[in-house]
């Protein structure tokens, strides 16, 4: 929003909060789902993807569930383009890529306002770096013994 007022984040909370969902999504792939988790859809196949906003020179990366319009909202008006996406079997582990882009790309972070009214202002980095790819991050973290339920997709309870 243009003109909007932001509170400064700090890189070191937002990525204490990273290891904090890093953890989190690690310990759901170990112990398997949730009713809550499949109640909201967690299980059901994630799409990661990789922006890049014009107008601001920034890369953006994000997740959304398999049938969300949230892509397609983000790219509206030809404001950004999807670079890079990769559909992943659950929330978690569509979670863990995108966390291993964030740390990767954390030298060059930047603090961005809501693209098209949507969140994630702390998922963006200068378009000087460019994104890793998406599908060697998901192989390298599938052979992760410890991520036993990594390939794991389960509808929702009322799907």
Same mark, same amino acid.
Request: aromatic share 6%; net charge negative; proline share 4%.
């Given at each position: 929003?243009?003109?909007?007022?932001?509170?400064?984040? #700090?890189?070191e909370?937002?990525?204490?909060?990273?290891?904090r969902?890093?953890n989190?999504?690690? @310990?759901?792939?170990?112990? !398997?789902?949730?009713?809550?988790?499949?109640?909201?859809?967690?299980? #059901?196949?994630?799409?990661v993807?990789?922006?890049?906003?014009h107008? #601001?020179?920034?890369y953006?990366? !994000? *997740? /959304? &569930?398999? @049938?969300?319009?949230?892509?397609?909202d983000?790219?509206?008006r !030809?404001?950004? @383009?999807?670079?890079?996406?990769?559909?992943?079997?659950?929330?978690?582990?569509? &979670?863990?890529?995108?966390?291993?882009?964030?740390?990767?790309?954390?030298?060059?972070?930047?603090?961005?306002?809501?693209?098209?009214g949507?969140h994630?202002?702390t #998922?963006?980095?200068?378009?000087?770096l /460019?994104?890793?790819?998406? !599908?060697?991050?998901?192989?390298?973290?599938? *052979?992760?013994?410890q991520?036993?339920?990594?390939s @794991?997709?389960?509808?929702?309870?009322?799907?």
């Amino acid at each position: 929003m243009s003109g909007a007022h932001h509170p400064p984040v #700090e890189l070191e909370w937002v990525v204490a909060q990273r290891r904090r969902d890093q953890n989190h999504a690690r @310990d759901c792939l170990r112990y !398997g789902a949730s009713d809550y988790e499949l109640a909201q859809r967690w299980w #059901e196949p994630h799409l990661v993807y990789v922006l890049h906003v014009h107008a #601001e020179g920034l890369y953006k990366v !994000g *997740l /959304t &569930r398999h @049938d969300s319009r949230r892509i397609r909202d983000l790219t509206a008006r !030809g404001r950004a @383009d999807v670079v890079d996406s990769l559909l992943m079997a659950n929330r978690h582990a569509a &979670r863990l890529v995108e966390i291993a882009v964030l740390d990767a790309t954390d030298s060059a972070r930047r603090f961005a306002d809501k693209l098209n009214g949507h969140h994630g202002q702390t #998922e963006h980095w200068d378009d000087s770096l /460019t994104p890793p790819a998406l !599908g060697p991050i998901a192989a390298t973290l599938a *052979l992760d013994d410890q991520l036993k339920y990594w390939s @794991d997709t389960l509808p929702s309870e009322d799907g």
